[in-house]
């Protein structure tokens, strides 16, 4: 018994260790210690930033879980691609996984979204009239087809079967976009954040508990939210089971959930879909236990919440975004409770 017993007493260290030093670096960015902010999370670093967004499709089937490197993105879209399984769009900047996956096929509105960033676009394998759209419409891209488990940007893993078993070899990203002619630097304006003072005003409902239902029928799909007081951040479960990383068992923990609404239509028969991800709409935000009834809006390419006709800022860290359909909107398919 000892072992378990010292495993958890390791890990409660590391965790309020982590903590604390976030704390610390708030505090640096609010007094101004640190040279600069990340702009996608508003963290403080001493290290130039200059490295250029990478965007990644990460398979989201129950196959697929748990995955590898979500914990590590700046910036995660939830969004429905067929039927009623969501995909993930994970945007990483100020942390470099050394590997990020299942990587899966790319979507209209996803690479839409990538080069609204202005971030690389990684994705493996599309329909041939998608891949003509990435290529006509511009965008910085590394399809994971053209490397299929080529061992150095993509490899593929024998503990799952595909097309749940490609991997995204990240440290090797820039090298390759970089022989393709794509830019590999770049400079970002931040995001808005909150300070220190705006977090500690923060009002709203408090909602401790809250589920995103994206089917009816199959429950592993929906997703959970759960507040943590003492680390003032979110964990997210799919289908009731916390998601995690796979190798490490380290829990997602996010600082801001942004659920937005919009309009979703099927557009084939093989249920591909079209998504307003341009008009804006309701949104809620989930910051610090409280929810907000907000809306949204596409600011150049980024998707900001509104009040007042005001931007509302983040608080620093991790931001999740999850998309659902119009119909049947916020008021059905967010169930909000403080158990």
């Known amino acids: 018994m000892r072992k378990p017993i010292l495993l958890f007493f390791v890990m409660l260290l590391v965790l309020v260790g982590c ?3 976030k704390e610390e670096t708030e505090n640096a960015v609010e007094d101004g210690s640190f040279k600069n902010i990340y702009p996608f999370t508003g963290i ?3 290290e130039p930033i200059d490295n250029r967004m990478i965007s990644v499709m990460v398979n989201n089937h129950p196959k697929a879980r748990p995955q590898t490197g979500l914990s590590q993105a700046d910036i995660v879209f ?3 691609a067929e039927g009623n399984i969501t995909r993930f769009l994970a945007l990483y900047h100020s942390n470099l996984p050394e590997v990020v996956g299942p990587v899966r096929s790319a979507r209209e509105y996803y690479f839409k979204l990538a080069n ?3 971030a690389l676009y990684v994705y493996h394998g599309a329909a041939d009239f998608v891949d003509e759209m990435i290529v006509n419409s511009g965008t910085d891209f590394l399809n994971g ?3 299929d488990n080529d061992g150095y940007l993509f490899k593929r893993e024998s503990f799952r079967e595909a097309p749940h078993n490609s991997y995204l070899q990240l440290g090797a990203a820039y090298d390759v976009a970089k022989d393709k002619g794509y830019d590999i630097t770049a400079e970002y304006e931040a995001l808005p954040f909150l300070s220190a003072d ?6 709203g409902e408090e909602a401790r508990h809250i589920e995103v239902i994206y089917s009816d029928s199959y429950s592993f799909a929906n997703v959970q939210y759960d507040y943590d007081q003492d680390s003032g951040s979110y964990t997210r479960s799919s289908g009731g089971e916390k998601t995690v990383e796979l190798h490490t068992e380290v829990p997602i923990e996010v600082e801001n959930v942004l659920i937005v609404e919009t309009s979703h239509q099927v557009i084939d028969d093989a249920g591909r879909r079209e998504i307003d991800l341009e008009s804006g709409g309701n949104a809620y935000l989930l910051q610090k236990g409280l929810i907000n009834k907000v809306n949204w809006e596409n600011h150049d390419g980024r998707i900001i919440p509104i009040k007042d006709g005001q931007e509302i800022g983040f608080i620093s860290g991790q931001t999740w975004i999850n998309v659902i359909p119009t119909n049947p909107g916020l008021d059905q398919a967010v169930k909000i409770s403080n158990e």
Do not use: R
Request: a negative charge; charged letters at 20%; aromatic letters at 10%.
């Open 19 to 21: 903590s604390n030093d």
């Open 44 to 46: 403080g670093t001493n």
């Open 78 to 80: 939830e969004i429905l």
């Open 116 to 118: 609204g960033y202005h």
């Open 145 to 147: 087809s053209t490397y």
């Open 198 to 203: 705006e977090i500690e005003a923060l009002a």
